[in-house]
């Protein structure tokens, strides 16, 4: 089992940006495809982006963030990051990293253990 602390959220202006960060400690950070997920209220989770574990040879984005985030990992440090560009409204939400054992998912139940998450807040 991975734990999985996020933290980077907070309020900003729309076209503002944020880089959110999610230290891993307990089984070998590297050896996992990691992903990260939004939920808005009301919402069900959404894939946001996720990278593969070889130090991010593959990456993947959901449609409405790509080229705005960018999703980078820190084997080093144990520590995955989504850089956040050009934030909209509509990017509000709680945002949870999540750590694949399976390569490289792009849905929730690809995903075995997840963090707390972290609100993100955009004003218009």
């Known amino acids: 089992q991975v734990q999985l602390i996020e933290s980077g959220g907070g309020l900003v202006q729309a076209g503002g940006s944020l880089r959110l960060s999610c230290v891993a400690s307990?089984?070998?950070?590297?050896?996992?495809?990691m992903g990260w997920f939004r939920q808005a209220p009301g919402k069900e989770r959404e894939f946001v982006a996720a990278i593969s574990w070889d130090s991010g040879s593959s990456t993947y984005y959901a449609d409405s963030v790509k080229g705005r985030f960018t999703i980078s990992r820190d084997n080093a440090k144990n520590t995955l990051y989504l850089q956040m560009n050009s934030l909209k409204p509509e990017d509000t939400a709680v945002y949870y990293c999540?750590?694949?054992?399976?390569?490289?998912?792009?849905?929730?139940?690809?995903?075995?253990?997840w963090g707390q998450g972290t609100q993100v807040t955009v004003s218009s």
């Open positions: 999540a750590a694949t054992a399976n390569g490289l998912g792009l849905y929730t139940d690809e995903y075995n253990d």
């Open positions: 307990g089984r070998t950070f590297s050896g996992y495809g």
